[in-house]
């Protein structure tokens, strides 16, 4: 059975490999939930007591929640042998409950093969098995109807949307005291809130991540193609699809919110001008910065426009210099601005070098990263500067920047290109626009 599958995922013949297996082995790869689940959305092997499992939308973590429960309330050995008797289901609202975690496709009902199915009496909010384990559906905009109940395990679903959301949570921490080892399961799509940020700090979490493309076998076809093409690498993308915890740093220079604003699809037809800025590294180890290469253009609407990063690490000399001259050719850009504080003539050597043709615009810094940074930030208040497309790990470096650098305290080198760029563009002695290709 197992070679079978395992052809399956190679191959992706679904129809031809389910119509060779016979009516016991379909049940068999129906309701055999450790063979065909993602590593995801199995317990994790540590000894946790509360599995955060955050994934974007339809990466299968309903699906998992459904199955630890059943496994739980029915004793499968797989999970862990200990049997649960008493089970909280807490989500949004009753209704959310009732129709994703219960009754939905992925739901608690669908999961049971018919004789293990537990009997759902939606009146009395609860789930009986043959077996005599109850699981009780709450909602996390009644905190207090969980005062008094006591549970083995728990599942909470999209925890990151709950209105009462500490109140909730620490009213099922009361209540989680049966058993050799209380444990609980959160699935969520993750959103910056101050419970979700705590839980993954607390001591015996563990986490597992998902994102959308891994189920994708499961979504409908199309669907990724059709999301991804409208949200990759945006801010709503890397939520909702990647299942990252995108959040904002109170003292950086940009906010989120900024950067998606100022998105678009692509730039206009009419710059006047495009520069590639470099801000090259030190050394080339694996552990040096990255060298900052962002291509950036001024719109005859005398905006200016983002182009791309090519920015790179680790980055030997010839790697940069031919990335940085390839978006030169590829852009067909005016000319390479490129920071000497550091690297002296190396930049204009090295560029010279590999292609005479490409013309180097030294620039010296002579104030700090953040004083640099800050007019050009007050472009993007005023609406000036946009970007044209997304740049995950640029905008994460913006994000991040605040007066004392980035949190890692790593060098900031994609913003530093994009500081320069824009600086040459916008701030720069002003020139007679000309118009490209006249």
């Known amino acids: 059975m197992r070679a079978v599958l395992s052809a399956w995922a190679d191959d992706r013949k679904i129809e031809e490999v389910l119509s060779a297996l016979s009516d016991e082995e379909l049940r068999f790869l129906a309701f055999d939930w450790p ?15 509360l599995w955060l499992l955050m994934g974007g939308r339809g990466a299968g973590k309903t699906r998992a929640g459904a199955e630890w429960i059943r496994a739980r309330a029915l004793g499968h050995g797989w999970c862990e042998p200990e049997f649960a008797g008493r089970i909280a289901l807490i989500g949004e609202t009753f209704a959310d409950v009732r129709e994703v975690m219960v009754e939905g496709v992925s739901g608690l009902l669908t999961v049971h093969p018919k004789e293990e199915r537990p009997q759902w009496t939606p009146t009395r909010r609860r789930l009986e098995w043959p077996n005599g384990a109850v699981a009780q559906a709450f ?7 969980l005062r008094g109940p006591q549970f083995d395990i728990a599942w909470c679903d999209e ?3 709950w209105t009462y959301a500490e109140e909730t949570f620490d009213m099922l921490q009361f209540g989680l005291r049966l058993g050799q080892k209380p444990r609980q399961l959160v699935t969520t799509t ?20 998902a994102p959308t493309k891994a189920n994708a076998l499961f979504l409908a076809p199309g669907f990724l193609e059709t999301v991804v093409g409208r949200y990759g690498g945006t801010r709503l993308g890397r939520q909702e699809l990647d299942g990252e915890l995108i959040e904002d740093r109170p003292d950086a220079l940009w ?9 678009v699809d692509a730039a206009p037809d009419s710059l006047t001008r495009i520069v590639i800025a ?22 005859a609407d005398g905006k200016a426009y983002v182009l791309a990063d090519r920015s790179r690490r680790p980055a030997k000399p010839s790697d940069w210099a031919e990335a940085a001259i390839g978006l030169w050719h590829g852009l067909k850009a005016d000319c390479l601005i490129a ?45 000036k500067v946009f970007h044209a497309g997304a740049f995950p790990e640029l905008e994460d470096e913006m994000a991040d920047f605040g007066p004392g650098g980035l949190t890692s305290r790593r060098s900031p080198d994609r913003l530093d290109a994009l500081v320069w760029a824009v600086s040459e563009l916008m701030l720069g002695p002003k020139a007679e626009p000309k118009v490209r290709g006249l």
């Open 35 to 49: 063979v065909f689940a993602h590593a995801h959305q199995l317990p994790p092997q540590t000894n946790w007591s």
């Open 139 to 145: 909602s996390a905009e009644d905190p207090e109807a």
């Open 159 to 161: 925890l990151a949307k």
């Open 190 to 209: 993750p959103k910056p809130v101050p419970l979700l940020k705590r839980l993954m700090k607390q001591a015996g979490t563990a986490i597992t991540h």
């Open 255 to 263: 906010l989120r919110e900024r950067l998606e604003a100022v998105r």
């Open 278 to 299: 470099i801000d090259p590294p030190v050394t080339a180890h694996k552990t040096s910065d990255a060298c900052g290469i962002v291509a950036a253009g001024l719109g």
């Open 339 to 383: 920071e000497v504080n550091q690297g002296g003539d190396m930049v204009s050597e090295v560029i010279a070098s590999a292609d005479p043709s490409v013309p180097v615009k030294q620039v010296r810094a002579t104030r700090g990263k953040f004083s640099r940074a800050e007019p050009v930030a007050m472009l993007y208040d005023q609406s």
